[in-house]
């Protein structure tokens, strides 16, 4: 049983820049994913970027490339999305999620491969 809790959203205006925390804790595995996904209202979810835990591979939705870095502290079990250069169609409600076993490119792109969801929060970017 894996638990993911996600905090550091909230309400910034255009062009600024706000940090995501995704803390995990229970059962985690050394060989595992951790990704973020965002849905907007009326929209489909949508990959954002993802890590792999030991190694530290990182992976990008194409079109967030440059603005947004995700990273993971190992000793605290948490992972981060930093994002810049917000704009109002960043506007979603943000999850980090869990993907069991080793990255794949491919796979941790699909949010079907993930185990474990938290309850999202919330980046409002204004205009």
């Known amino acids: 049983q894996v638990q993911l809790v996600e905090s550091g959203g909230g309400l910034v205006q255009a062009g600024g820049s706000l940090r995501l925390s995704c803390a995990a804790s229970?059962?985690?595995?050394?060989?595992?994913?951790m990704g973020w996904f965002r849905q907007a209202p009326g929209k489909e979810r949508e990959f954002v970027a993802a890590?792999?835990?030991?190694?530290?591979?990182?992976y990008y939705s194409d079109s967030l490339k440059g603005r947004f870095t995700v990273s993971r502290d190992n000793a605290k079990n948490t992972v981060y999305l930093q994002m810049n250069s917000l704009k109002p169609e960043d506007t979603a409600v943000y999850y980090c999620a869990r993907r069991p076993g080793p990255s794949s490119a491919v796979l941790v792109r699909r949010a079907s491969e993930y185990d474990y969801w938290g309850q999202g929060t919330q980046v409002t970017v204004s205009s």
């Open positions: 229970g059962r985690t595995f050394s060989s595992h994913a």
């Open positions: 890590i792999s835990w030991t190694v530290g591979s990182t």
